[in-house]
Protein backbone atom coordinates (compact mmCIF):
# COMPACT_ATOMS: atom_id res chain seq x y z
CA UNK A 1 0.00 0.00 0.00
CA UNK A 2 0.97 3.91 -1.21
CA UNK A 3 1.06 6.21 1.51
CA UNK A 4 0.61 8.76 -0.95
CA UNK A 5 -2.18 10.48 1.05
CA UNK A 6 -0.19 11.60 3.38
CA UNK A 7 1.69 13.42 0.68
CA UNK A 8 1.08 17.02 -1.28
CA UNK A 9 3.80 16.79 -3.82
CA UNK A 10 5.38 14.08 -5.75
CA UNK A 11 7.67 14.08 -8.61
CA UNK A 12 9.29 11.46 -10.54
CA UNK A 13 13.21 11.47 -10.22
CA UNK A 14 15.70 10.65 -13.09
CA UNK A 15 18.95 10.56 -12.10
CA UNK A 16 20.54 12.42 -15.48
CA UNK A 17 18.52 15.23 -13.86
CA UNK A 18 19.18 14.95 -10.24
CA UNK A 19 19.75 18.95 -9.49
CA UNK A 20 16.66 20.16 -11.60
CA UNK A 21 14.15 17.79 -9.51
CA UNK A 22 15.77 18.43 -6.25
CA UNK A 23 15.62 22.24 -7.05
CA UNK A 24 11.68 21.64 -6.75
CA UNK A 25 12.24 20.02 -3.56
CA UNK A 26 11.30 22.85 -0.42
CA UNK A 27 14.58 24.03 1.80
CA UNK A 28 12.57 23.57 4.91
CA UNK A 29 11.56 20.74 7.08
CA UNK A 30 9.15 17.90 6.44
CA UNK A 31 8.10 14.39 5.46
CA UNK A 32 9.45 12.63 2.54
CA UNK A 33 9.18 8.73 1.16
CA UNK A 34 11.67 7.58 -1.58
CA UNK A 35 9.60 5.45 -3.61
CA UNK A 36 11.60 2.15 -5.55
CA UNK A 37 11.57 1.13 -9.10
CA UNK A 38 9.68 -1.75 -8.57
CA UNK A 39 5.74 -2.02 -6.95
CA UNK A 40 6.82 -4.07 -4.08
CA UNK A 41 9.14 -1.63 -2.90
CA UNK A 42 8.78 -0.62 0.44
CA UNK A 43 9.00 3.19 0.30
CA UNK A 44 12.01 4.64 1.91
CA UNK A 45 10.32 7.42 5.02
CA UNK A 46 11.88 9.72 6.76
CA UNK A 47 11.61 13.56 8.20
CA UNK A 48 13.81 16.21 7.78
CA UNK A 49 14.65 19.58 8.99
CA UNK A 50 15.94 20.86 6.02
CA UNK A 51 14.32 18.25 2.86
CA UNK A 52 16.48 19.22 -0.25
CA UNK A 53 20.09 19.14 1.99
CA UNK A 54 19.07 15.65 2.98
CA UNK A 55 17.57 14.62 -0.67
CA UNK A 56 21.08 15.69 -2.18
CA UNK A 57 23.16 13.78 0.20
CA UNK A 58 21.04 10.71 -0.88
CA UNK A 59 20.34 11.12 -4.15
CA UNK A 60 23.12 13.26 -5.59
CA UNK A 61 26.46 11.70 -6.96
CA UNK A 62 28.78 10.38 -4.03
CA UNK A 63 32.32 12.26 -4.15
CA UNK A 64 34.97 10.06 -4.17
CA UNK A 65 34.92 7.05 -1.40
CA UNK A 66 32.33 6.86 1.06
CA UNK A 67 30.24 4.53 3.43
CA UNK A 68 27.41 7.15 3.07
CA UNK A 69 24.37 5.71 2.12
CA UNK A 70 23.35 6.62 -1.69
CA UNK A 71 20.07 5.84 -2.81
CA UNK A 72 20.24 7.58 -6.46
CA UNK A 73 19.94 4.46 -9.00
CA UNK A 74 16.72 2.95 -6.49
CA UNK A 75 14.06 5.74 -7.00
CA UNK A 76 11.94 6.13 -9.05
CA UNK A 77 9.56 8.67 -7.40
CA UNK A 78 9.82 10.86 -4.45
CA UNK A 79 6.90 12.69 -2.46
CA UNK A 80 7.33 15.12 -0.01
CA UNK A 81 5.17 17.39 2.30
CA UNK A 82 6.17 20.15 4.17
CA UNK A 83 5.76 20.32 7.44
CA UNK A 84 5.91 23.94 10.42
CA UNK A 85 6.41 21.61 13.53
CA UNK A 86 7.89 18.64 15.51
CA UNK A 87 4.30 17.34 16.13
CA UNK A 88 3.03 17.52 12.65
CA UNK A 89 6.05 16.15 11.53
CA UNK A 90 5.73 13.34 14.06
CA UNK A 91 2.12 13.18 13.35
CA UNK A 92 2.56 12.82 9.66
CA UNK A 93 5.06 10.08 10.00
CA UNK A 94 2.93 8.16 12.28
CA UNK A 95 0.60 7.83 9.75
CA UNK A 96 2.45 6.73 6.61
CA UNK A 97 4.35 4.19 8.53
CA UNK A 98 1.19 2.38 10.12
CA UNK A 99 0.12 2.52 5.95
CA UNK A 100 3.28 1.01 4.77
CA UNK A 101 4.92 -1.08 7.52
CA UNK A 102 1.94 -1.63 9.59
CA UNK A 103 1.04 -0.07 13.32
CA UNK A 104 3.54 -2.48 14.96
CA UNK A 105 6.48 -1.91 13.00
CA UNK A 106 5.68 1.97 12.97
CA UNK A 107 5.52 1.84 16.74
CA UNK A 108 8.57 0.52 17.00
CA UNK A 109 10.64 2.58 14.26
CA UNK A 110 9.33 5.48 16.25
CA UNK A 111 10.04 4.17 19.77
CA UNK A 112 6.52 5.12 20.99
CA UNK A 113 5.36 3.28 24.05
CA UNK A 114 2.42 3.84 26.10
CA UNK A 115 3.26 6.37 29.02
CA UNK A 116 2.70 5.59 32.66
CA UNK A 117 -0.37 6.54 33.83
CA UNK A 118 -2.28 5.26 37.58
CA UNK A 119 -4.82 3.28 37.43
CA UNK A 120 -7.80 2.66 40.15
CA UNK A 121 -8.56 -0.58 40.41
CA UNK A 122 -12.51 -0.36 41.19
CA UNK A 123 -12.99 -3.99 40.19
CA UNK A 124 -11.45 -5.46 42.91
CA UNK A 125 -13.24 -6.28 46.11
CA UNK A 126 -10.82 -4.08 48.26
CA UNK A 127 -9.64 -1.36 45.10
CA UNK A 128 -5.99 0.24 45.35
CA UNK A 129 -3.90 2.34 42.48
CA UNK A 130 -1.27 1.36 40.88
CA UNK A 131 1.00 2.66 37.83
CA UNK A 132 0.76 0.75 35.02
CA UNK A 133 1.44 1.58 30.76
CA UNK A 134 -0.86 -1.01 29.93
CA UNK A 135 -4.01 0.67 28.87
CA UNK A 136 -7.53 -1.19 28.74
CA UNK A 137 -11.08 0.55 27.13
CA UNK A 138 -13.13 -0.41 29.65
CA UNK A 139 -10.89 0.89 32.63
CA UNK A 140 -10.03 4.50 30.79
CA UNK A 141 -12.57 6.13 33.40
CA UNK A 142 -10.21 5.65 36.38
CA UNK A 143 -6.37 5.61 34.70
CA UNK A 144 -4.94 8.80 35.18
CA UNK A 145 -2.37 10.34 32.89
CA UNK A 146 0.11 10.35 30.89
CA UNK A 147 2.72 11.30 33.10
CA UNK A 148 6.15 11.70 32.38
CA UNK A 149 8.07 9.08 33.23
CA UNK A 150 7.38 5.76 35.97
CA UNK A 151 9.24 7.86 38.24
CA UNK A 152 7.05 10.83 38.02
CA UNK A 153 3.82 8.05 38.18
CA UNK A 154 5.31 6.55 41.31
CA UNK A 155 5.99 9.52 43.17
CA UNK A 156 2.66 10.84 42.85
CA UNK A 157 1.05 7.46 43.53
CA UNK A 158 3.22 7.51 46.96
CA UNK A 159 2.33 11.04 48.06
CA UNK A 160 -1.72 9.99 47.51
CA UNK A 161 -1.45 6.99 49.57
CA UNK A 162 0.37 8.75 52.13
CA UNK A 163 -2.93 10.79 52.55
CA UNK A 164 -4.74 7.66 53.00
CA UNK A 165 -5.20 4.75 54.31
CA UNK A 166 -5.83 2.01 51.28
CA UNK A 167 -3.87 -0.89 50.97
CA UNK A 168 -0.40 -1.10 49.01
CA UNK A 169 -0.35 -4.86 48.76
CA UNK A 170 -1.26 -6.35 45.28
CA UNK A 171 -2.06 -9.99 46.04
CA UNK A 172 -5.56 -11.22 46.51
CA UNK A 173 -7.16 -10.79 50.23
CA UNK A 174 -9.24 -13.14 52.12
CA UNK A 175 -10.22 -10.99 55.22
CA UNK A 176 -9.44 -13.25 58.35
CA UNK A 177 -8.08 -12.30 62.16
CA UNK A 178 -5.33 -14.48 61.81
CA UNK A 179 -3.90 -12.61 58.79
CA UNK A 180 -0.25 -11.97 60.13
CA UNK A 181 -0.89 -8.02 57.78
CA UNK A 182 1.77 -5.92 56.69
CA UNK A 183 3.73 -2.96 58.56
CA UNK A 184 1.60 -0.37 56.76
CA UNK A 185 -1.44 -1.79 59.02
CA UNK A 186 1.18 -1.77 62.21
CA UNK A 187 1.87 1.62 61.25
CA UNK A 188 -1.78 2.43 61.19
CA UNK A 189 -1.25 3.38 57.09
CA UNK A 190 -3.82 1.14 56.07
CA UNK A 191 -7.03 0.03 56.98
CA UNK A 192 -6.15 -3.99 57.10
CA UNK A 193 -8.94 -5.33 55.52
CA UNK A 194 -6.64 -8.36 55.41
CA UNK A 195 -7.15 -8.86 58.67
CA UNK A 196 -10.64 -8.06 58.84
CA UNK A 197 -10.24 -4.83 60.44
CA UNK A 198 -12.79 -3.04 58.48
CA UNK A 199 -15.63 -3.84 56.73
CA UNK A 200 -15.82 -3.79 53.19
CA UNK A 201 -18.21 -0.32 53.34
CA UNK A 202 -15.97 1.36 55.22
CA UNK A 203 -12.77 0.71 52.94
CA UNK A 204 -14.97 1.46 50.07
CA UNK A 205 -15.83 4.76 51.51
CA UNK A 206 -12.04 5.18 51.79
CA UNK A 207 -11.08 4.15 48.60
CA UNK A 208 -13.58 6.35 47.21
CA UNK A 209 -12.07 9.55 48.57
CA UNK A 210 -9.02 8.60 46.81
CA UNK A 211 -10.67 8.15 43.53
CA UNK A 212 -12.44 12.04 43.93
CA UNK A 213 -9.06 13.17 44.97
CA UNK A 214 -7.66 11.83 41.92
CA UNK A 215 -10.50 13.25 39.70
CA UNK A 216 -10.11 16.51 41.14
CA UNK A 217 -6.55 16.90 41.28
CA UNK A 218 -6.54 17.18 44.83
CA UNK A 219 -9.59 20.01 45.81
CA UNK A 220 -11.93 17.47 47.00
CA UNK A 221 -10.03 16.52 49.77
CA UNK A 222 -8.84 20.15 50.73
CA UNK A 223 -12.15 21.15 50.25
CA UNK A 224 -12.91 18.38 52.86
CA UNK A 225 -10.28 19.41 55.57
CA UNK A 226 -10.77 23.10 55.10
CA UNK A 227 -14.51 22.55 56.09
CA UNK A 228 -13.68 20.45 58.97
CA UNK A 229 -10.97 22.91 59.96
CA UNK A 230 -13.20 25.56 60.06
CA UNK A 231 -15.89 24.00 61.93
CA UNK A 232 -12.99 22.95 64.77
CA UNK A 233 -11.92 26.82 64.82
CA UNK A 234 -15.38 28.10 65.63
CA UNK A 235 -16.02 25.04 68.20
CA UNK A 236 -12.49 26.60 69.57
CA UNK A 237 -10.95 23.21 69.19
CA UNK A 238 -7.27 24.99 68.09
CA UNK A 239 -4.96 22.13 68.23
CA UNK A 240 -7.29 20.18 66.17
CA UNK A 241 -7.84 23.04 63.70
CA UNK A 242 -3.58 23.33 63.68
CA UNK A 243 -3.59 19.65 62.57
CA UNK A 244 -6.67 19.56 59.86
CA UNK A 245 -4.83 23.05 58.30
CA UNK A 246 -1.90 21.16 58.11
CA UNK A 247 -3.31 18.15 56.64
CA UNK A 248 -5.23 20.26 53.78
CA UNK A 249 -2.18 21.85 52.89
CA UNK A 250 -0.47 18.68 52.16
CA UNK A 251 -3.17 17.78 50.40
CA UNK A 252 -2.97 21.19 48.10
CA UNK A 253 0.92 20.11 47.30
CA UNK A 254 0.48 16.51 46.26
CA UNK A 255 -2.24 18.16 44.17
CA UNK A 256 0.27 20.13 42.36
CA UNK A 257 2.96 17.02 41.70
CA UNK A 258 0.49 15.86 38.70
CA UNK A 259 0.58 18.50 35.81
CA UNK A 260 -2.78 19.51 34.44
CA UNK A 261 -2.76 17.62 31.38
CA UNK A 262 -2.65 14.20 33.95
CA UNK A 263 -6.45 13.65 33.43
CA UNK A 264 -8.44 10.43 33.24
CA UNK A 265 -7.85 9.14 29.84
CA UNK A 266 -11.56 9.14 28.42
CA UNK A 267 -12.23 12.95 29.32
CA UNK A 268 -8.46 13.80 28.08
CA UNK A 269 -9.21 17.22 25.87
CA UNK A 270 -6.58 18.93 24.88
CA UNK A 271 -5.49 22.12 22.03
CA UNK A 272 -1.81 22.78 21.06
CA UNK A 273 -1.51 25.91 19.35
CA UNK A 274 1.84 26.13 16.96
CA UNK A 275 3.44 29.05 14.81
CA UNK A 276 2.58 28.48 11.30
CA UNK A 277 4.83 30.57 9.04
CA UNK A 278 3.37 29.20 5.72
CA UNK A 279 2.78 32.61 3.44
CA UNK A 280 2.59 36.16 4.04
CA UNK A 281 -0.84 36.41 6.59
CA UNK A 282 -0.25 35.12 10.29
CA UNK A 283 -1.26 31.57 10.74
CA UNK A 284 -1.27 29.26 14.17
CA UNK A 285 -1.80 25.83 13.47
CA UNK A 286 -4.33 23.57 15.42
CA UNK A 287 -3.92 20.53 16.88
CA UNK A 288 -6.33 18.37 19.24
CA UNK A 289 -6.61 16.08 21.15
CA UNK A 290 -10.05 14.14 22.06
CA UNK A 291 -12.01 10.78 22.46
CA UNK A 292 -7.87 9.13 22.15
CA UNK A 293 -6.80 10.75 18.95
CA UNK A 294 -4.60 13.30 17.83
CA UNK A 295 -6.18 15.68 15.41
CA UNK A 296 -4.88 18.19 13.54
CA UNK A 297 -3.19 20.19 12.04
CA UNK A 298 -5.36 22.82 10.82
CA UNK A 299 -4.31 26.39 9.71
CA UNK A 300 -6.21 29.39 11.63
CA UNK A 301 -5.73 32.67 10.18
CA UNK A 302 -4.95 35.95 12.89
CA UNK A 303 -4.68 38.25 10.40
CA UNK A 304 -5.69 41.51 11.82
CA UNK A 305 -4.21 40.12 15.72
CA UNK A 306 -1.32 41.77 17.13
CA UNK A 307 -0.28 41.78 20.64
CA UNK A 308 -0.42 44.97 22.18
CA UNK A 309 3.02 45.77 23.72
CA UNK A 310 2.69 45.85 27.46
CA UNK A 311 3.40 49.69 29.16
CA UNK A 312 5.88 49.36 32.54
CA UNK A 313 4.32 52.68 33.24
CA UNK A 314 0.80 51.83 32.88
CA UNK A 315 -1.09 48.60 35.34
CA UNK A 316 -3.75 48.42 33.30
CA UNK A 317 -4.68 44.69 31.66
CA UNK A 318 -5.92 46.69 28.35
CA UNK A 319 -2.32 47.07 27.13
CA UNK A 320 -1.91 42.96 27.73
CA UNK A 321 -4.94 41.80 25.24
CA UNK A 322 -5.01 41.44 21.33
CA UNK A 323 -5.97 43.73 19.08
CA UNK A 324 -7.77 43.91 15.86
CA UNK A 325 -5.30 46.18 13.99
CA UNK A 326 -8.20 46.56 11.22
CA UNK A 327 -11.16 45.36 9.33
CA UNK A 328 -10.32 41.89 8.10
CA UNK A 329 -11.92 41.39 4.62
CA UNK A 330 -14.63 38.43 4.13
CA UNK A 331 -12.80 36.16 1.78
CA UNK A 332 -9.58 36.97 2.63
CA UNK A 333 -6.74 34.34 3.03
CA UNK A 334 -8.43 30.38 2.72
CA UNK A 335 -11.65 30.05 2.16
CA UNK A 336 -13.64 30.60 5.55
CA UNK A 337 -10.51 31.13 7.64
CA UNK A 338 -10.65 34.92 7.73
CA UNK A 339 -13.72 35.61 8.12
CA UNK A 340 -15.30 36.54 11.62
CA UNK A 341 -13.44 37.43 14.64
CA UNK A 342 -10.37 35.56 15.74
CA UNK A 343 -12.36 33.68 18.45
CA UNK A 344 -14.87 32.59 16.15
CA UNK A 345 -12.04 31.47 13.90
CA UNK A 346 -10.34 29.58 16.50
CA UNK A 347 -13.77 28.14 17.96
CA UNK A 348 -14.90 26.95 14.49
CA UNK A 349 -11.53 25.38 13.99
CA UNK A 350 -11.69 23.35 17.29
CA UNK A 351 -15.32 22.18 16.91
CA UNK A 352 -14.18 20.76 13.40
CA UNK A 353 -11.53 18.40 14.92
CA UNK A 354 -13.28 17.59 17.93
CA UNK A 355 -16.18 16.17 15.51
CA UNK A 356 -13.60 13.83 13.51
CA UNK A 357 -14.18 10.67 14.12
CA UNK A 358 -11.69 8.86 17.74
CA UNK A 359 -11.21 5.23 18.23
CA UNK A 360 -12.29 2.54 20.13
CA UNK A 361 -8.97 0.87 19.80
CA UNK A 362 -5.80 1.04 23.09
CA UNK A 363 -3.01 0.32 20.55
CA UNK A 364 -3.98 3.09 18.70
CA UNK A 365 -4.81 5.38 22.05
CA UNK A 366 -1.48 4.82 23.46
CA UNK A 367 0.59 5.79 20.31
CA UNK A 368 -1.22 9.23 20.01
CA UNK A 369 -0.61 9.43 23.96
CA UNK A 370 3.12 8.63 23.23
CA UNK A 371 3.05 11.38 20.78
CA UNK A 372 1.42 13.78 23.00
CA UNK A 373 3.57 12.82 25.79
CA UNK A 374 6.98 13.73 23.60
CA UNK A 375 6.21 17.00 22.58
CA UNK A 376 4.68 17.78 26.08
CA UNK A 377 7.25 16.73 28.90
CA UNK A 378 9.75 18.67 27.57
CA UNK A 379 12.24 21.59 28.50
CA UNK A 380 9.75 24.80 28.12
CA UNK A 381 13.10 26.31 26.02
CA UNK A 382 12.72 23.15 23.45
CA UNK A 383 8.92 23.20 23.21
CA UNK A 384 7.45 25.11 20.57
CA UNK A 385 3.78 26.00 20.81
CA UNK A 386 1.23 25.80 23.81
CA UNK A 387 -1.25 23.84 25.17
CA UNK A 388 -4.77 24.28 26.68
CA UNK A 389 -7.83 22.39 28.19
CA UNK A 390 -10.87 23.48 28.85
CA UNK A 391 -11.66 25.75 32.17
CA UNK A 392 -15.53 24.92 33.45
CA UNK A 393 -16.23 23.15 31.06
CA UNK A 394 -15.32 26.34 27.83
CA UNK A 395 -12.02 26.56 26.17
CA UNK A 396 -10.38 29.95 27.68
CA UNK A 397 -10.54 31.58 24.12
CA UNK A 398 -9.36 34.74 25.22
CA UNK A 399 -6.07 33.58 26.39
CA UNK A 400 -5.56 31.31 23.46
CA UNK A 401 -6.05 34.11 21.03
CA UNK A 402 -3.21 35.98 23.15
CA UNK A 403 -1.26 33.04 23.03
CA UNK A 404 -1.56 32.87 19.45
CA UNK A 405 -0.47 36.42 18.99
CA UNK A 406 2.69 35.71 21.10
CA UNK A 407 3.35 32.65 18.88
CA UNK A 408 3.61 35.00 15.83
CA UNK A 409 6.35 37.27 16.96
CA UNK A 410 9.01 36.89 15.68
CA UNK A 411 12.12 35.81 18.19
CA UNK A 412 15.05 38.14 18.81
CA UNK A 413 17.81 35.51 17.50
CA UNK A 414 16.34 34.90 14.25
CA UNK A 415 13.37 37.15 13.55
CA UNK A 416 11.21 34.20 12.85
CA UNK A 417 9.62 31.02 14.59
CA UNK A 418 11.74 28.49 14.94
CA UNK A 419 11.45 25.05 13.89
CA UNK A 420 12.42 22.14 15.99
CA UNK A 421 12.51 18.20 14.75
CA UNK A 422 12.89 15.04 16.03
CA UNK A 423 16.12 12.77 15.02
CA UNK A 424 14.86 9.98 14.00
CA UNK A 425 16.08 6.53 13.10
CA UNK A 426 15.44 5.67 9.29
CA UNK A 427 14.11 2.35 7.84
CA UNK A 428 16.26 0.37 6.40
Same mark, same amino acid.
Given at each position: ??????????????????????????????????????????????????????????????????????????????????????????????????????????????????????????????????????????????????????????????????????????????????????????????????????????????????????????????????????????????????? /??? *?? $?? &????? !???? %????? =?????????????????????????????????????????????????????????????????????????????????????????????????????????????????????????? /??? *?? $?? &????? !???? %????? =?????????????????????
Amino acid at each position: MSPAPVFEHEIDFDPANAAEVLRSVPASAGVVSLFGHAATDRPFLMQSANLRRRLQRLLMPAEGQTKRLNLRDRVARVAWRQTYSELESLLLLHRAMSVVFGAEEARRKLRLSPPFTIRYAVENRFPRIYVTNHLRRRSLHTTFGPFASRLDADRYREAVEDLFVIRRCFMELHPSPDDPGCIYGEMHKCMAPCQARCTDAEYLAEAERTLAFLKTSGESLRLELETERDHASAEMLFEEAAA /LHE *RA $AK &AKTVG !RIAD %ALVQP =LDQLRAVILLPCPESDEPHVQVFAFAEGCLRGPQSVSMLGVRLAKEQEQVGSSLFAQPMMLAPVPLGAGAAGQSEGSAEERLLATIAQLEDEPGTQDVVTLGDHLAMLRRWYYRPEKQRTGV /LFQ *RE $AG &AWPIR !RMVR %AAAKL =LQPTPSTGTAEVVTLPLSLPS
